[in-house]
């Protein structure tokens, strides 16, 4: 049962951290076209990918429920769930929020943004996206290193 928990867990990371990680650059893209609707669909699917690395992590802890050689006090994996919880919450909610308030005020003015206001939400959409492209590769090494077993 452990073994299909844990093939289970890596196939459904390989399937929705890459999307998660990537999705906001999406909505960055229609940011700098101007295109509030497509910022508003990468608000979206930003924050469903990421919501499905929650199926993973699940999975995750039913592996390690089931090992014999794992537990929740390894330091590892301390230190990698804390990061998952603050990449995930970053993904799920802030860059959707940031997008979906950037996509209304897109579409209620039209596609016509003020060039400093767009580059102030730029800039925040950026910074945001790259902590996640920091966060979930942080996590994936944590996950297959293992240091300290």
Known sequence: MHTLLSILHVLLVAITVGP?????WLGE????????????LAGRRCMAFNALTLVAALFGVLTTVTSDRYSFADAWLIIASTLYVVAVVNGAAVIPGVL?????????AHGVMDGELLERRRGRLLAL???NLVLYPAVVILMTWRPGT
């Open 20 to 24: 998660a990680m990537f999705l906001p």
């Open 29 to 40: 893209r229609a940011l700098r076209e101007r295109d509030g609707d497509r910022v508003h």
């Open 100 to 108: 979906a308030r950037v996509g209304k005020e897109l579409q209620d």
């Open 129 to 131: 996206s790259g902590l």
